[in-house]
């Protein structure tokens, strides 16, 4: 089945800075890699997904790149802000489409 | 509002008792899962369906059973609860694709057995 390691499991930046997050995955043939972001006390919610079909996804302050050889998608946070700071999760579909998700990264965006 | 509900939202039990969350979608998801996750930690896959009369277990092994005789509800029982069933539960929907599709949480139902 899927396998999906997530990096790092915290991340600490100033406000202001970038904050970037991996994510490898073993099934090659996964072709949808979300990103969701979960505040303290609330549900997990995507904020961000990228198909097998295109390399960079961007909106707004928020990015993912996927490189297929490898085998790896890197959420990028540009322009840090407080309401940055969440637990995010990235996401592969395993077996017949059962999402694997990463561990999280706990995202401090320091003011 | 087309939404994903869980209940209770808070639930107080005592060791040995029986107990069902509840999860309703009214998204036409085919797909249901079940999660176990402590505060900010891992999401941990308990139990799963496609679709009506099926249902697979995750990951997880959390001596829970599930069922899915509506589209729309995937209730989630302990035959006996444990202090180390302490945690929250997570209640998920997506369409029924071959791969991916975004997940839609419910708000959660935090579980504490004393």
């Known amino acids: 089945g899927e396998n999906v390691e997530q990096h790092p499991s915290t991340l600490s930046v100033q406000e202001g800075d970038s904050a970037v997050i991996k994510c490898t995955y073993s099934?090659?043939?996964?072709?949808?890699f979300p990103w969701y972001k979960q505040e303290l006390g609330k549900r997990p919610q995507l904020i961000i997904d990228i198909r097998s079909n295109v390399g960079e996804k961007k909106d707004q302050r928020i990015a993912v790149t996927l490189n297929k050889t490898a085998k790896h998608f890197s959420l990028h946070i540009t322009e840090t802000q407080p309401e940055d700071s969440a637990v995010y999760f990235c996401?592969?579909?395993?077996?017949?489409?059962?999402?694997?998700f990463g561990d999280g990264t706990t995202l401090t965006v320091k003011p | 509002e087309a939404d994903i509900y869980q209940t209770p939202r808070y639930l107080v039990i005592g060791t040995g008792k029986k107990i069902t969350l509840e999860c309703s979608q009214t998204?036409?998801?085919?797909?249901m899962y079940w999660y176990q996750q402590d505060p900010g930690m891992e999401l941990h896959l308990i139990h799963y369906?496609?679709?009506?009369?099926?249902?697979e277990k995750g990951d997880l092994s959390s001596e829970s059973t599930v069922s899915r005789i509506r589209t729309e509800h995937f209730p989630l029982t302990l035959e006996s609860a444990r202090p180390s069933h302490t945690s929250q539960y997570l209640c998920?929907?997506?369409?029924?694709?071959?791969?991916?599709?975004?997940?839609?949480f419910g708000q959660g139902t935090r579980l504490t057995v004393v």
């Open positions: 369906s496609y679709g009506v009369n099926s249902t």
């Open positions: 998920a929907s997506s369409d029924l694709k071959a791969f991916g599709g975004e997940a839609f």
């Open positions: 996401a592969a579909p395993g077996d017949a489409g059962k999402s694997t």
């Open positions: 998204m036409g998801h085919d797909k």
């Open positions: 099934d090659s043939a996964s072709n949808y």
